[in-house]
């Protein structure tokens, strides 16, 4: 079955250190990967996304996540975490059937 | 340009009750895809509208229902309401196929009591 799976409900990190967000997905194919986050009664707001191309993917707000096929992971990263990057994170994944699933999301926490 | 408005933003109804939510796209986006958001299953793919046209749906009961108007306004439409159906609802559209990105409405928040 096609999944994505999002190891950890919850992440603490101190301010100033690196944060990573992990994301594994089980789908055929070469799939698209994206990360949204969502603020407390807010919708989804887009990060970034892996299409083809660079492993290495640059999103908004300083944060970029790392595609590895062989470990079929899709980690969102960022150097240095601000408190204000607090907020639910999701990993998606849009199927070559044009079905997307989200994760169950992780809940960043940081640590002033 | 404006982003993706969805109304209303809170509604409360009671059981057996039906519901319309309306989304309206980013000005030039066609495709329009809803989704349910709860604490327990996370968030769930309902369906997707493109050119006035079903393009995919998602497993959820014929309760629920959509449709997509000729300007690519959307509406989703659930019936005989049950206590679970309390969640919110996000609507999301793009410009057409992927993998053009989602952008997300603020979401309307529904009570079923």
């Known amino acids: 079955a096609q999944s994505v799976a999002q190891p950890e409900d919850q992440v603490n990190v101190a301010e100033g250190n690196p944060l990573t967000v992990k994301c594994t997905y089980s789908?055929?194919?070469?799939?698209?990967l994206f990360w949204y986050v969502q603020y407390p009664n807010r919708g989804l707001q887009f990060l970034l996304k892996y299409i083809t191309g660079d492993n290495l993917v640059k999103g908004s707000y300083g944060f970029e996540a790392e595609f590895n096929k062989s470990q079929t992971s899709f980690h969102l990263k960022k150097p240095s975490a601000l408190v204000s990057d607090s907020a639910l994170y999701f990993c998606a994944v849009r199927t070559r059937d044009d079905k997307i699933i989200f994760g169950k999301g992780t809940r960043l926490h940081i640590l002033p | 340009k404006a982003g993706v408005t969805q109304t209303p933003r809170y509604l409360i109804k009671t059981r057996g009750q039906q519901v319309t939510l309306s989304c309206s796209p980013i000005?030039?986006?066609?495709?329009v895809s809803w989704y349910q958001q709860t604490p327990g299953q996370g968030l769930q793919f309902l369906f997707e509208?493109?050119?006035?046209?079903?393009?995919n749906k998602g497993n959820f009961p014929g309760r629920f229902s959509g449709r997509q108007f000729s300007n690519s306004r959307s509406e989703m439409n659930v019936s005989t309401l049950e206590l679970g159906d309390s969640a919110l609802y996000l609507c999301?559209?793009?410009?057409?196929?992927?993998?053009?990105?989602?952008?997300f409405g603020p979401g309307t928040r529904l009570l079923v009591l």
């Open positions: 509208y493109f050119s006035e046209t079903q393009r």
């Open positions: 999301a559209s793009r410009l057409s196929s992927p993998p053009e990105t989602q952008y």
């Open positions: 789908v055929s194919g070469n799939p698209y």
């Open positions: 000005s030039g986006h066609r495709s």
